[in-house]
């Protein structure tokens, strides 16, 4: 692999990689770090990189391995709120339908977060970065039954947590 190959072909997945392993540490600084990693460790194996087919999910768990080794060391801190991250808002809304957003978000944030490790990532994965079922079995080193049960749970519990508060009015 050349410079140009790396320019063109690792370096556009790097809010990706940043959104991930900052999903799992929780701090942006932190996170940065886990990523300039991966890049360091992609350029130094750059002569295996002919036998890699899919670059993104190879960096994708990269990214989830050092962010583990990572979080093993740190004490977890929270994520920021779902919309300072992802910036989601609108300005065409009413403040009403803002508010109301904000809370629902937070409460989406929240029932992620309490999540089961895997569930978590999984649902990470495929929700908010879009990535595919077999994309996501790369990354996370499971099998296809595995990511289905686990997204299918994650996304089960979240919803029966909606659907509680909402039919109380909570």
């Given at each position: 692999?050349?410079?140009?190959a ?8 790097k ?10 540490l ?18 130094k ?5 002919d036998?890699?087919?899919?670059w ?9 391995n ?15 709120n779902i ?27 929240e ?15 495929r ?8 994309e996501?079995?790369?990354?996370l ?9 686990n ?19 909570l």
């Open positions: 692999m050349n410079l140009e790396f320019e063109s072909q690792v370096l556009p997945v809010n990706k990689l940043f959104r991930f392993a900052l999903k799992f929780g701090n942006e600084e932190e996170a940065k770090d886990v990523v300039q990693e991966v890049f360091i460790r992609v350029w194996g750059r002569e295996q990189m036998q890699i087919q899919n993104e999910a190879w960096c994708m768990r990269i990214t989830r050092l962010s583990l080794d990572r979080l093993r060391t740190l004490t977890r801190k929270p994520t920021q919309e300072e991250t992802f910036d989601i808002r609108q300005e065409s809304f009413t403040p009403h339908e803002s508010t109301e957003m904000d809370e629902s978000m937070n409460r989406i944030t029932f992620i977060n309490a999540l089961p490790e895997k569930q978590k990532q999984v649902i990470h994965l929700d908010v970065e879009g990535y595919s079922y077999n996501i079995c790369e990354i080193e499971l099998d296809m039954n595995q990511v289905k049960v997204l299918f749970r994650a996304r089960n519990a979240v919803r029966e947590k909606l659907m509680k508060i909402n039919a109380y009015g």
